[in-house]
């Protein structure tokens, strides 16, 4: 036993403390796989958590961070042994499991996934939970029924992780994409990406109409409140919005209309508990249908001494893109 970096936060008199400091191993919580942690990266909820924004730490000291990639150094579960590639993101680390913004992490190997073939560990961290939550978005849109056929798809937030590579893997796909964003500077980055159409998201920020012009036959909304609601009402007969975010908040100034009159539907999109198989289908198809060159493309890199000034960052909106988080 000894101890390792790790980003520590702590229960103050008034919220919270943070700092990047040495951990004890022995303070490591139950699980029967451990990891040393290679790559991370930064989440809007990590940006929550590093500052002590919202709640989102349950227990105390909690290391933060909610993904991470490295390789298994010890293990007593019967699927993974020692050298063995792995990625986590979600169930609760960083929250109320010790999570990833550290040398060292110990989880339940029911927890993990394989590296997928072709991913090395920073590209996997370069994707994290925001691409994984983009690709269970697109999942649940294709599962709906969604093609490229029935016309353009909208992507919300459309600069930030999610959107960035909902945005990537939705045009690989075929897909018309008009990408929202508060960031009218970022088009032509967007358009890289391959996004068809740039829309500045004050398009989608007034009170939402119970039923406005059909515009689109699906997307993927970050956003949540109004904009979400906007989307809902401009969504096509029988289309579908995947909503995975609340950045503008948790309300829903909506109404049925767009539901009854028009059968849209809204797919509410969970990453952190998501059950294993489909997390599997995510990865194994964030390998093969993100291009990683546009990948490299929207990710920088910083260290664990960077964190929590790249978690501000993430809550202010300052960041395109991905970060990656070089651990070791």
């Given amino acids: 036993m000894g101890t390792f970096k790790a ?10 403390t943070v700092a990047l400091t040495q951990f004890d191993e022995a303070e490591l919580m139950d699980g ?3 990891v040393r942690v290679e790559w991370s990266t930064v989440n809007y909820k ?3 958590a590093v500052t002590g924004t919202a709640p989102v730490v349950r227990r105390f000291p909690m290391i933060a961070g909610i993904d ?7 293990s007593s579960h019967p699927a993974w042994k020692a050298g063995d590639k792995v990625v986590c993101n979600g169930w609760g680390m960083g929250e109320t499991h010790l999570g990833a913004y550290a040398e060292k992490a110990r989880v339940k190997g029911d927890w993990l996934v394989a590296l997928p073939a072709g991913l090395s560990a920073r590209d996997a961290m370069a994707i994290g939970t925001a691409g994984y939550t983009a690709m269970l978005s697109v999942l649940a ?20 992780g999610v ?50 012009k059909e515009r689109w036959a699906g997307g993927v909304d ?11 009402s401009m969504t096509k007969y029988r289309g579908a919005i995947a909503a995975c975010g609340l950045a503008a908040g948790m309300d829903l100034p909506s109404s049925v209309a767009p539901f009854i009159l028009r059968g849209v539907c809204l797919l509410g999109i969970d990453s952190v508990m998501c059950p294993i198989e489909l997390r599997k289908t995510a990865w194994a198809r964030l390998a093969t249908d993100l291009d990683r060159t546009k990948l490299t493309e929207i990710t920088h890199e910083i260290d664990l001494a960077g964190v929590i000034e ?12 991905r970060i990656v988080v070089k651990i070791l």
């Fill in 310 to 321: 790249a978690g501000a960052k993430i809550l202010a909106g300052q960041v395109r893109g």
């Fill in 222 to 232: 970050s956003v949540g409140s109004t904009t979400l609601a906007n989307l809902l």
């Fill in 141 to 160: 849109l294709e599962k709906h029924g969604l093609t490229p056929k029935d016309g353009p798809v909208v992507v919300t937030g459309a600069a930030g």
């Fill in 46 to 48: 990590d940006g929550l």
């Fill in 68 to 74: 991470f990639a490295g390789t298994v150094e010890q």
């Fill in 32 to 34: 029967d796989v451990t």
């Fill in 7 to 16: 980003i520590r936060i702590d229960k103050a008199e008034k919220g919270t």
């Fill in 163 to 212: 959107g960035s590579v909902a945005t990537a893997v939705l045009s690989k796909l075929g897909y018309h994409v008009i990408a929202s964003t508060g960031r009218m500077s970022e088009a032509g980055y967007l358009k890289d990406l391959g996004a068809s159409e740039v829309i500045d998201r004050n398009e989608l920020s007034g009170p939402a109409k119970p039923l406005a």
